[in-house]
């Protein structure tokens, strides 16, 4: 183990928190400092009327770092009975798996469809090498299968922006069953005798979900770990206004102290130390905000988890909590996902409900009236990964890296990785700062 080190972490996410625990049980002495007046970052809950409604992650697998790290969570958690329901809307009465099932394609598609789709594929034996986030679909599937299934609908209901305009990192980080697609690894698996993996509408394994009364009690147990050990100190309501790296030390300014760190984890986004070095806010990559409507009523498709690939309509995920706990009330709750863009209009909840009630009505997905009850704006939810941001983020990151500053999680490194990711990144670089250079 090497010496004892004084460790800033900055970000109250399970990014953070995760990098703090890892740091402690390494010998470190841990501060960590959270912007806001809460633990968690971009998993929460809402509570109206004595029920939950989710923001980010709430489905983890048994391999989940979250689990490993904190094993003291995971007797809060909820086993499910059975796999989670997962759909696509496509068009009104028109729903398949997600992401894909090759059998439901060829059974619901028309056969002028499944002729385009055909060529496609036919197109992939010799793909070009792509050139942008279009040309990476094609690749696999071909042009056809991207537009008929409403994949291109998704994604640029994502972004706000035309498909060719999105960075090849989102392709990486959040679309890889795309690569399961391709002509010769259905081939293959045809061969093989193997079944119609592609299909994920119920995943082949029971989920742990967070706790029905929302995650309050998972990040309380985390904060009542790291307060255990006196070699922690939290601070909530606390930014940095400035860093300066000397040869062996940073010297921290923030709105309540100076002090001096042997390193610092960013676990936060870049712009909450950049903006302190750099007077040029452009410098810093952007995020997209999340709009959460808390709704009720009552779906016409039994599912657990429903994606909007429809022409129609801003929200692209609709996640209905009252069939995943099993419950039995006569209207269920649901937490419908928007993502915001950068003007007043795109980040207005009133509009995001509108919207979305006109796009429910044209797809005919609910039986009757559904209820709005109440609204949530997140800021900095998902990273801009566009290609004109591609050069400000390697930009960014070198700076980080410069000033001797390890980045952790999705907000770090300003990457569209899930919750797994982003703690196992947190993992690695606590578990970094511990290593004897050689």
Same mark, same amino acid.
């Given at each position: 183990?090497?010496?004892?080190?004084?460790?800033?972490?900055?970000?109250?996410?399970?990014?953070?928190?995760?990098?703090?625990?890892?740091?402690?049980?390494?010998?470190?002495?841990?501060?960590?400092?959270?912007?806001?007046?809460?633990?968690?970052?971009?998993?929460?809950?809402?509570?109206?009327?004595?029920?939950?409604?989710?923001?980010?992650?709430?489905?983890?697998?048994?391999?989940?770092?979250?689990?490993?790290?904190?094993?003291?969570?995971?007797?809060?958690?909820?086993?499910?009975?059975?796999?989670?329901?997962?759909?696509?809307?496509?068009?009104?009465?028109?729903?398949?798996?997600?992401?894909?099932?090759?059998?439901?394609?060829?059974?619901?598609?028309?056969?002028?469809?499944?002729?385009?789709?055909?060529?496609?594929?036919?197109?992939?034996?010799?793909?070009? /090498?792509?050139? !942008?986030?279009?040309?990476?679909?094609? $690749?696999?599937?071909?042009? =056809?299968?991207?537009?008929?299934?409403? @994949? *291109?609908?998704?994604?640029?209901?994502?972004?706000?922006?035309?498909?060719?305009?999105?960075?090849?990192?989102?392709?990486?980080?959040?679309?890889?069953?795309?690569?399961?697609?391709?002509?010769?690894?259905?081939?293959?698996?045809?061969?093989?005798?193997?079944?119609?993996?592609?299909?994920?509408?119920?995943?082949?394994?029971?989920?742990?979900?967070?706790?029905?009364?929302?995650?309050?009690?998972?990040?309380?147990?985390?904060?009542?770990?790291?307060?255990?050990?006196?070699?922690?100190?939290?601070?909530?309501?606390?930014?940095?206004?400035?860093?300066?790296?000397?040869?062996?030390?940073?010297?921290?300014?923030?709105?309540?102290?100076?002090?001096?760190?042997?390193?610092?984890?960013?676990?936060?986004?870049?712009?909450?130390?950049?903006?302190? /070095?750099?007077? !040029?806010?452009?410098?810093?990559?952007? $995020?997209?905000?999340?709009? =959460?409507?808390?709704?009720?009523?009552? @779906? *016409?498709?039994?599912?657990?988890?429903?994606?909007?690939?429809?022409?129609?309509?801003?929200?692209?995920?609709?996640?209905?909590?009252?069939?995943?706990?099993?419950?039995?009330?006569?209207?269920?709750?649901?937490?419908?996902?928007?993502?915001?863009?950068?003007?007043?209009?795109?980040?207005?909840?009133?509009?995001?409900?509108?919207?979305?009630?006109?796009?429910?009505?044209?797809?005919?997905?609910?039986?009757?009236?559904?209820?709005?009850?109440?609204?949530?704006?997140?800021?900095?939810?998902?990273?801009?990964?566009?290609?004109?941001?591609?050069?400000?983020?390697?930009?960014?990151?070198?700076?980080?890296?410069?000033?001797?500053?390890?980045?952790?999680?999705?907000?770090?490194?300003?990457?569209?990785?899930?919750?797994?990711?982003?703690?196992?990144?947190?993992?690695?670089?606590?578990?970094?700062?511990?290593?004897?250079?050689?």
């Amino acid at each position: 183990m090497s010496d004892n080190k004084k460790i800033l972490v900055i970000g109250g996410g399970i990014a953070g928190l995760s990098a703090a625990r890892t740091a402690l049980q390494h010998g470190h002495t841990v501060t960590l400092i959270e912007a806001t007046d809460r633990l968690g970052g971009l998993l929460r809950s809402i509570e109206i009327d004595d029920r939950a409604y989710d923001i980010g992650t709430f489905i983890f697998t048994g391999e989940h770092p979250m689990l490993t790290i904190w094993p003291e969570v995971e007797p809060l958690l909820f086993r499910m009975q059975r796999p989670v329901r997962r759909s696509r809307v496509i068009n009104k009465g028109h729903y398949d798996s997600f992401p894909f099932s090759i059998k439901n394609l060829v059974k619901r598609s028309s056969v002028i469809d499944l002729a385009k789709i055909s060529f496609g594929y036919i197109g992939t034996l010799s793909p070009k /090498q792509p050139t !942008d986030f279009p040309t990476w679909v094609a $690749s696999k599937t071909g042009k =056809s299968f991207y537009k008929i299934t409403g @994949l *291109k609908n998704y994604v640029e209901r994502f972004f706000g922006l035309p498909d060719h305009q999105v960075s090849m990192q989102f392709a990486r980080d959040r679309l890889g069953f795309v690569n399961n697609l391709d002509l010769k690894t259905l081939a293959k698996r045809k061969l093989k005798g193997t079944r119609d993996t592609s299909s994920m509408s119920y995943i082949q394994a029971f989920k742990i979900l967070k706790p029905e009364d929302g995650f309050k009690h998972v990040f309380g147990t985390m904060r009542s770990v790291l307060e255990a050990s006196p070699n922690f100190d939290l601070s909530l309501n606390e930014c940095v206004e400035h860093l300066t790296q000397s040869p062996d030390a940073f010297d921290v300014k923030t709105n309540k102290r100076s002090e001096r760190f042997d390193q610092v984890i960013l676990a936060a986004p870049a712009a909450s130390i950049l903006n302190g /070095q750099y007077k !040029d806010d452009s410098e810093t990559a952007k $995020s997209f905000g999340l709009i =959460s409507l808390f709704v009720k009523g009552n @779906l *016409k498709r039994k599912t657990d988890v429903l994606l909007n690939y429809s022409p129609y309509g801003r929200w692209k995920r609709l996640v209905n909590f009252t069939s995943l706990y099993e419950g039995q009330d006569d209207a269920h709750h649901f937490t419908v996902e928007i993502v915001a863009g950068e003007t007043p209009e795109t980040q207005d909840p009133e509009i995001a409900y509108a919207d979305f009630l006109s796009s429910i009505a044209k797809l005919s997905i609910f039986e009757g009236d559904v209820t709005l009850m109440g609204t949530q704006f997140t800021p900095n939810a998902y990273p801009k990964l566009t290609l004109d941001q591609e050069t400000l983020i390697e930009l960014q990151k070198k700076k980080i890296k410069d000033l001797g500053i390890s980045i952790a999680g999705r907000q770090g490194q300003h990457r569209h990785i899930g919750s797994g990711k982003s703690v196992a990144t947190a993992v690695q670089s606590a578990q970094a700062l511990s290593k004897i250079p050689e």
